[in-house]
């Protein structure tokens, strides 16, 4: 598909038009984005999700019997959704496109965008009056209403050190100023997109409110910093350090001089300065999975053999929900496929292919060393066999 096809989901838009005029810059309201939504799971579905262990949830009360904004998590169990009121309090409930493949699903639609800049997908509940208060995320979300009616208010950008309500274990903001024109009531098929630091507060209006909330990966610059360094450090010689041969003597021993200094950073520098290791560095850590016990490794290796005989007798494989691929070609012929954290050197053609999302059948053979790399991504747990009601 051109890049310049106009796209329902973006209200008419090409993504060349969104990306050069929206995509972290302002906030785009899309109504019929998906004209045609049923949500794949409802709100006992969601609240059952919640209920399971190692799923990511959050029940926020706004009247809480503890106090006002209180913040519980999960697993929970059935007795907390019986205690709670008939308004004001909200579910959310973390990756969800991590357990529900229908909603999994949902991430074609935003092939537009690189696929390693995809997060997860949080879906979120609320009855009438629920909210979790005007707050501001550092990241980029698409707010797409899947069921029921939500009432969204704008107020702008607003600084990262904006004051916030204090005592509560919620990030909401003490000032809250709507902007004319940015108070809209969606609709299901409704979606909003909402760039970083850009201030923003909905509350529920119905009894069967389901928000889908998109959102994407961007390390803050210190988590950068660190991750390289520390990737870094794990390959670097003990032999390469600080060196001053040819110095003059000091004039003050005690003195950190301008010449020792300048030594130093250029080390740093140099050392840094690295755009092959920075390549392999930032696939390893787009790629890391959200949840790492999400992925189950195989307790017993698999052969190659018996991998590429079930292949040939029609079975297929399937990506992980929750694994995460990329790619990038090393030269005209190799390159490096990084999956799930890990980094595999491979034919270039083959990493495409893993990394795309095309069925994963016997048609792969034809790529060199694939069986090797096929059996090392099964029994690492970031591939499956497909069941066969799921191909």
């Known amino acids: 598909m051109s890049t310049d096809t106009p796209l329902t989901m973006l209200g008419g838009l090409s993504a060349t038009d969104f990306l050069r005029d929206y995509w972290q810059q302002q906030p785009l309201l899309i109504r019929g984005a998906f004209p045609d939504i049923e949500s794949p799971l409802s709100p006992d579905e969601l609240a059952g999700l919640a209920c399971e262990d ?3 949830a959050r ?15 999960g697993p929970f169990d059935e007795a907390t959704f019986a205690r709670l009121p008939e308004r004001d309090w909200t579910l959310l409930v973390q990756a969800v496109d991590h357990y529900v493949p229908e909603v999994a699903e949902l991430l074609e639609y935003f092939d537009f965008l690189p696929r390693w800049r995809l ?5 979120s509940y609320a009855p009438p009056g629920g909210s979790v208060g005007p707050h501001v995320d550092q990241y ?3 707010l797409l209403q899947a069921s029921g009616q939500r009432h969204w208010q704008l107020g702008g950008r607003v600084p990262e050190d904006a004051p916030i309500i204090a005592g509560i274990d919620l990030r909401i903001l003490e000032r809250f100023e709507v902007q004319p024109g940015q108070d809209w009531v969606l609709e299901p098929g409704d979606m909003l997109y909402l760039p970083p630091g850009w201030a923003h507060h909905g509350v529920s209006q119905s009894d069967d409110c389901l928000t889908f ?5 961007a390390p803050s610059a210190d988590e950068a910093i660190t991750s390289f ?7 670097l010689p003990a032999s390469h350090r600080y060196a001053d041969a040819g110095m003059e003597p000091p004039e003050d021993p005690a003195q950190l001089d301008d010449a020792s200094l300048a030594r130093m950073r250029a080390l740093i520098l140099e050392t840094l300065d690295d755009p092959a290791q920075m390549a392999q560095w930032f696939g390893r850590v787009m790629t890391q999975p959200k949840y790492v016990d999400q992925l189950v490794p195989n307790e017993t290796p698999t052969e190659e053999d018996e991998l590429v005989a079930a292949l040939q007798a029609g079975e297929c494989l399937e990506r ?10 090393l030269d005209d012929e190799r390159a490096t496929l990084f999956v799930d954290g890990d980094g595999i050197d491979c034919p ?8 795309g999302t095309a069925m994963l059948d016997a048609r792969l053979l034809d790529y060199p060393e694939a069986p090797r790399v096929l059996t090392h991504l099964l029994d690492a747990g970031s591939l499956d066999w497909a069941q066969p009601d799921e191909e």
């Open 119 to 123: 997060d997860d997908i949080m879906i």
């Open 140 to 142: 980029d979300v698409f």
């Open 348 to 355: 270039a053609a083959l990493a495409r292919e893993l990394a």
């Open 229 to 235: 360094a520390d990737y870094l450090g794990e390959q």
């Open 59 to 73: 029940l926020v009360e706004e009247h809480g019997p503890e106090g006002p904004w209180q913040v519980s998590h």
């Open 320 to 329: 992980s929900l929750g694994s995460r691929f990329a790619w990038r070609a």
């Open 213 to 217: 909330s998109v959102g994407f990966r």
């Open 54 to 56: 190692n799923v990511e």
